[in-house]
Structure formats: structure tokens, C-alpha cells
């Protein structure tokens, strides 16, 4: 991070588009969280997460609906972005004209089912801790 005293926005995605997926990505994020929390001009997180979509990849691989899947994979951001908005509670974030330095935390979700994908997220929540 100190190579990179600029920075302004941190943006997380999950699970990683390759695929791969990680038990330990929570942590992972907290000590991402800590460390970008001394950048004087930090200001974001994102965490973007992609549904899997329906239809012939999945069934190709033996899931024949989505809907479990993206339910977990949705409960599972939802703990990420309530564990980082928790650290960001607890972590000394610096101070901005007298009081605590405000964090946006937002989360998009990206469907590749969605009638129109390359407009952009399918949803998007955002919020300031």
C-alpha cells in the first residue's frame, strides 16, 4: 500500500471469474480493509459478485436450476459486506474536517442471464459506514 498512497476505491470480486473460490476470502478482504484504512484519500469498497446464471452452462455440469446456488452465493456476500462494514465500525478510518471519514461500501451483482448484461450490474447496494 505504500506504493500506492493514491489510492481512492478498492474493488473486491467474488467468487473470482475463474472460478476458483476461497473459504479464507473473508479474512482475506478484512486485512485488505486494514490496510487501505491509513490511505488518506481511500473512500470505497466495492464488492462485485457474479451469479452463475441458468440455463445450458449449468445444466451442462449437472445443476439443473440456479436458484440454490445464487441464494448461497448471495447469503454468502451479504456476510462478506456485513463483515467489512462491521470492520469499518470498528477501525479508526481517519478524520475528515473534525469527524470520523465516512467509507462507501457497495455491492453489485452481475447476471450474465440478464436481458441486457453489457449495460451494466444487475443490482446495485450501496452504503456509507
Do not use: W
Not at 18 to 39: F, H, I, Q
Not at 41 to 58: C, K, M
Not at 92 to 101: A, F
Amino acid at each position: 500500500m505504500a506504493a500506492c498512497p493514491r489510492l481512492t476505491e478498492l474493488t473486491v470480486m467474488y467468487p473470482h471469474p475463474d472460478g476458483a473460490k476461497s473459504k479464507a476470502v473473508p479474512s482475506e478482504m478484512l486485512e485488505l480493509v486494514n490496510a487501505c484504512k491509513a490511505l488518506p484519500d481511500f473512500d470505497t469498497i466495492q464488492i462485485v459478485h457474479f451469479l452463475p446464471g441458468t440455463g445450458d452452462r449449468l445444466e451442462a455440469i449437472g445443476i439443473p436450476s440456479a436458484a440454490p446456488l445464487n441464494r448461497t452465493l448471495r447469503e454468502e456476500v451479504k456476510g462478506m459486506r456485513d463483515s467489512v462494514a462491521d470492520c469499518l465500525n470498528k477501525l479508526e478510518t481517519g478524520r475528515q474536517k473534525g469527524g470520523r471519514r465516512k467509507i462507501t461500501l457497495r455491492v453489485i451483482e452481475l447476471n450474465p442471464d440478464h436481458p441486457r448484461p453489457h449495460l451494466g450490474p444487475v443490482e446495485v447496494e450501496e452504503c456509507e459506514v
